[in-house]
């Protein structure tokens, strides 16, 4: 608010002495200048009524001569005083229109109303630094669930596209760099309903600076930030950053998994979905055999890395081999573009063909010309921007690898389920007939929707109904928690997946397991049953009715009405 008055002060000081000047002397002359009465003998104007009459000759004009006609001597003046205050109030409009339209009060204007909004959060929220692809989709993600998030973005067209989303909560943004600390603590990084910090801008160095200055500011926040390299990942990690995200590694990773393990990794690709999206199909990618990968960058050298740990053949196709430090065997030079470039790596007798170089063009021409040449690849492609979203979905490949979709996702299962990464872990220990038994009672519950996944903690604010439940001679199980509150002969359409109890996880529990205070728990099913359920939670009539099939009359009123109805 300083800053605000200090602009208005210092461009309008001007104007306002010009003003003050102008009717000083205005009224001055109209106070020396002798008058008449109305019997025509000499007198002066007081100031009083000089100061009246100059309030509104300069800007209305014909209200009349006072408080006595003038002489002419007057009327001389007061024409003069009319063309000169009426130019010094055009001089005075003009500047404020001026200042108005100024780029840096209209700046401090929106920081402070930007600072007003924050401070009047009451809900947790989360900080996220730069509003690029994954940014977006990461705030999309929380709204849908209902969570708070705040934006900040050195770009003032992203922090404008982000006032035209259409987002199921309302999210506070500023145009500011992340890396200043007042900016972050502008943005409510001190603010109490702070949960955590989340670094997503495209410079490495900019989300080691927010990181940094995060966990000097607010140490018991949690930092989240995106690491493209392996040297700035590690001096993240070097000062306590809670979680770093690589996304060619990820995907990689994944990949690997995949191979593995491809009905394990379909389960989690389904629990980590957007809800209400169709269910996708599942892919296996080939476990032997040829795999040519197009561009050694960050992408390549990461699907090189994981692909070779399977055992696979692998080939590279790289333009400038001396500036990636692509190992000497294996490697062809070229683009890959080109028939010729592919037909040399033995692209025909290939399963699996990566096209990850940095160009979204070219990725498509190498998918394209080798689909022509070999039409039973395993295609993975990179897409870079996803405005190219429909040229790739259209291009024939398996999986496509998009950065910002992937961190986006990991972050927002990271925030909105933290039990589900806890049940991913868990899940790589179990084999695919598992896997696949889970999967078929997804199916059966959603159908072809992605299902919807949420955690209930077991607490007073989240489970009133529960809390004290005990004392109320109520034995609450799994099996309680999934009945329908409706209709209590029926099951809500959800499975347990997690329960995290006294420190134990307990990977798909049975439903006749107890659900005490202090116990965290993991669904998936219909969004529908994490409704009800949530009314059973809260609501000690409904968790009796679900419990023991009644609701007893509580209350004064109600007693009174029971024992009024009683003896008659």
């Not at 961190?407 to 049940?423: K, Q, S």
């Not at 007939?433 to 955690?455: F, H, N, Q």
């Not at 009133?464 to 329908?484: I, N, Q, S, Y």
């Amino acid at each position: 608010m300083d800053t605000i008055f200090f602009l208005i002060l210092r461009r309008m000081r001007t104007p306002l002495l010009t003003l003050i000047v102008a009717y000083a002397v205005a009224m001055a002359g109209m106070a020396i200048i002798p008058a008449q009465d109305a019997d025509g003998n000499p007198t002066t104007t007081s100031f009083f009524h000089a100061f009246y009459f100059v309030s509104y000759m300069s800007t209305t004009i014909g209200f009349g001569e006072l408080p006595n006609p003038f002489t002419d001597a007057q009327r001389i003046w007061v024409s003069a005083s009319v063309f000169v205050t009426v130019a010094v109030w055009i001089y005075a409009i003009g500047n404020l229109i001026a200042l108005l339209q100024d780029a840096t009060l209209q700046r401090a204007i929106a920081e402070r109303r930007f600072r007003r909004r924050v401070e009047s959060l009451t809900h947790p929220f989360y900080l996220v630094c730069g509003y690029g692809q994954t940014g977006s989709a990461l705030v999309r993600g929380l709204t849908d669930r209902h969570l708070q998030a705040v934006v900040i973005d050195i770009d003032p067209e992203r922090i404008s596209l982000l006032q035209l989303d259409n987002q199921r909560e309302f999210v506070p943004a500023l145009c500011a760099d992340a890396r200043s600390p007042d900016a972050l603590e502008a943005a409510g990084l001190k603010h109490a309903r702070c949960r955590g910090v989340v670094a997503l801008t495209n410079v490495n160095e900019a989300n080691l600076k927010v990181a940094i200055a995060a966990k000097l500011l607010n140490p018991d926040s949690k930092v989240i930030c995106r690491a493209d390299s392996h040297e700035i990942e590690a001096n993240m990690a070097s000062f306590g950053t809670d979680h770093i995200y690589d996304p060619f590694d990820a995907f990689a990773l994944y990949i690997a998994i995949a191979i593995q393990a491809p009905c394990q990794t379909l389960l989690v690709d389904w629990l980590s979905g957007f809800t209400g999206d169709t269910i996708s199909e599942p892919h296996y990618p080939p476990h032997q055999g040829r795999w040519v990968i197009c561009g050694y960058g960050r992408f390549g050298k990461a699907m090189y890395k994981h692909l070779k740990q399977q055992g696979l053949d692998l080939v590279v196709i790289e333009a400038e081999p001396h500036k990636t430090g692509i190992p000497a065997e294996g490697v062809v030079h070229g683009r890959g573009t080109e028939a010729v470039t592919l037909e040399e790596a033995e692209i025909r007798r290939a399963v699996g063909l990566v096209a990850g170089t940095d160009h979204d063009a070219d990725n498509l021409s190498i998918v394209m010309t080798a689909l022509q040449l070999n039409p039973d690849l395993f295609v993975i492609a990179r897409e870079n921007r996803l405005q190219n979203k429909e040229l790739f979905d259209g291009v024939g490949a398996q999986a496509i690898m998009n950065p910002s979709t992937i961190i986006a996702r990991r972050i927002r299962v990271r925030l909105v389920t933290p039990l589900l990464a806890d049940f991913s872990n868990l899940a790589r220990f179990q084999d695919e007939a598992w896997a696949s038994t889970l999967v078929a009672r997804i199916i059966a519950l959603v159908e072809e929707r992605m299902p919807y996944v949420w955690e209930v903690n077991i607490d007073q604010e989240h489970a009133f109904a529960l809390h004290d439940a005990e004392d109320r001679g109520l034995r609450v199980t799994l099996d309680t928690l999934l009945r329908d509150p409706r209709d209590r002969d029926r099951y809500l359409h959800a499975i347990p997946l997690l329960l995290l109890q006294n420190g134990e996880r307990i990977l798909l529990p049975d439903l006749d397991e107890r659900v005490e205070v202090g116990d965290r728990l993991l669904f998936c099913g219909r969004e529908d049953a994490r409704r009800r359920m949530d009314w059973v939670l809260q609501n000690i009539h409904a968790l009796r009715y679900v419990a023991i099939g009644e609701s007893q009359r509580e209350g004064a009123v109600w007693r009174w009405i029971a024992g009024w109805q009683g003896p008659r």
